[in-house]
């Protein structure tokens, strides 16, 4: 499993970002794929999630209630890409942002190995 995370970066309260994890080495279409962000001296957090073609419900999203609303998590399964598109960003929304293989919920989270190397999001004036 490989996934890179990019788009991550330093905005304002009230801004926007758009992140892009890129998978390979794996049958990225069929699986569900979650985003997680850890704040700094906070544990992992789960923020949303997306299924994959092997579910009934495939391209189903799921959000944490802190974000709904506010971001939206989609997929290219022609480019092998997951993204989060993120709006109205928070200085609470700071954090490193992870995307993963599997499906994610308020609780559980992925296998640690199956999340990529992360990509750090400021909100800040």
């Known amino acids: 499993v490989q996934l890179v995370e990019s788009g991550g970066g330093s905005v304002q309260p009230g801004g926007s970002l758009t992140l892009s994890c890129a998978a390979s080495?794996?049958?990225?279409?069929?699986?569900?794929m979650t985003w997680v962000r850890q704040a700094p001296g906070k544990g992992p957090e789960w923020v949303a999630s997306?299924?994959?073609?092997?579910?009934?419900?495939?391209?189903?999203?799921s959000y944490a209630d802190s974000v709904k609303g506010r971001f939206t998590i989609y997929r290219d399964n022609s480019k092998n890409v997951l993204y989060l598109q993120m709006a109205s960003l928070k200085p609470d929304d700071t954090a490193v942002y992870y995307c993963?293989?599997?499906?994610?919920?308020?609780?559980?989270?992925?296998?640690?190995?199956?999340w990529g190397q992360g990509t750090q999001v400021t909100v800040s004036s």
């Open positions: 993963a293989r599997g499906r994610g919920s308020l609780t559980g989270l992925p296998s640690r190995g199956d």
């Open positions: 080495r794996f049958a990225f279409r069929f699986y569900d």
């Open positions: 997306i299924t994959g073609l092997v579910d009934a419900d495939s391209n189903a999203p």
